[in-house]
């Protein structure tokens, strides 16, 4: 009986240790699929930004040739990030498509960025207002001569949005015309994210706009205006 | 010994069973914990909403008088959610402040709106561009004639923000000026976000302006433009 109380004893402490070791499996192991499932279900966080002008005005050369940053020789301050280099990597960021929707378009260095975006092979789609677009130092007429698909609206006073949506992924948007007063002199904002709510709604109402300007749509063509000239339908 | 090995087994059964059941308690226990974990992390979504003008033309007097939706016998098509009767909502669900950042002011529904939100007591400031504010039309005076505290810029170009912070939380902002014409005729755009990362920036930006263009800061005076008057330091 001693013998067997003895065997009993050691099965039970046995019994015991292995309870204790399967519990602590258990719980490292809760631990792991607790982590993993939180890396998994927390989204990525939304790129959000808010830019102010006046921008400082500094040289953007380095922004256009990245390769060789230091070549500009002009008066201007070097190596300075300010708001509009924010906005001008921001656009050249850039790798498949870029659908502008601006009231007043006149900003040489954003008129070059997205020459540049268009010779790299970006799809570009841009809608103006007609009567901007007709002001002398508009960019528009040089889009549309470079090849760019440009579309004026026809109906409402003004086309006066100022956005443009990166790669259907990244909205931009605010107060700010594509102009240098805009940019150097005026109090503006342009406020720059990813959040999808914000986003896709943008994307819906630039291919309304899109298609609502497009001239085979138009019911009465003879209403159409001189600037919609610069209007392409191979888009 | 057969007795012994039938209490033996009996034990062995027993210790399985309360081995299954601890591993079943472990597992329901660490499910609760995960979905409390869950709940716990995963952050409150904050609003975002885009809305797009021009605005279906519409009777906004039941947003102003909710407690009788259906007195007006206006012409105007009734009970008709648009954008502009969202933009209308957003600005007077404000409980506490409203700071306002608007180049243009003439649209007399949004002027009502912050009018009846100063009589409820709360607390508005106002910043509003020089120029535009001295044009026919303007409500810039008769906010500040109410004893709404007013600002205008002094050294800038144009201060041709569009934007307004409800209660230091909501940020509505966009290529909409408070005018008839931007709501009713132009193709805009108004983004309304909770997103701290984009509502903050907004506060601080307005902060600045707010002392930037306070006459006590101005280093001088005499530089100040006769739109000036709508300025008061109390607030």
């Given amino acids: 009986m001693t013998k067997n109380n003895c065997g009993l004893r050691h099965i039970v ?28 279900l927390r989204p990525r966080k939304a790129l959000n930004e808010a830019l102010f002008f006046p921008s400082e005005i500094a040289c953007v050369e380095h922004i256009f040739t990245p390769s060789s940053p230091h070549s500009c020789v002009c008066f ?16 050249l960021s850039t790798s498949s498509s870029l659908d502008l929707c601006v009231f007043a378009f006149s900003n040489m260095d954003l008129s070059r960025a997205v020459l540049a ?15 901007y677009t007709a002001i002398t130092g508009s960019k528009i007429g040089v889009l549309h001569k470079a090849g760019i698909c ?8 003004h086309m006066h949005h100022k956005f443009a949506l990166v790669d259907g992924r990244l ?39 899109w298609v609502l300007n497009d001239p085979a749509q138009c019911p009465k063509p003879s209403d159409q205006k001189p600037t919609q000239v610069f209007t392409k339908t191979s888009n």
């Avoid at 440009?150 to 006073?157: M, T």
């Fill in 117 to 131: 975006l268009y010779r790299k092979g970006i799809t570009i789609r841009v809608l103006a207002d007609k009567d």
């Fill in 13 to 40: 402490v046995m019994w015991r240790v292995k309870v204790a070791g399967l519990s602590l499996v258990a719980v490292s192991l809760s631990v792991e699929l607790l982590v993993w499932l939180l890396r998994r």
């Fill in 76 to 91: 201007l301050p070097h190596g300075v990030e300010t708001s509009f280099s924010r906005l001008l990597r921001h656009i």
């Fill in 171 to 209: 909205l931009i948007t605010g107060s700010l015309n594509w102009t240098l007063q805009a940019v150097q002199g005026n109090m503006e904002n342009v406020l720059i994210t990813e959040e999808p709510d914000l986003v896709q709604p943008f994307i819906k109402e630039f291919h309304r706009l």
């Fill in 150 to 157: 440009v579309r004026c609206n026809a109906n409402s006073v």
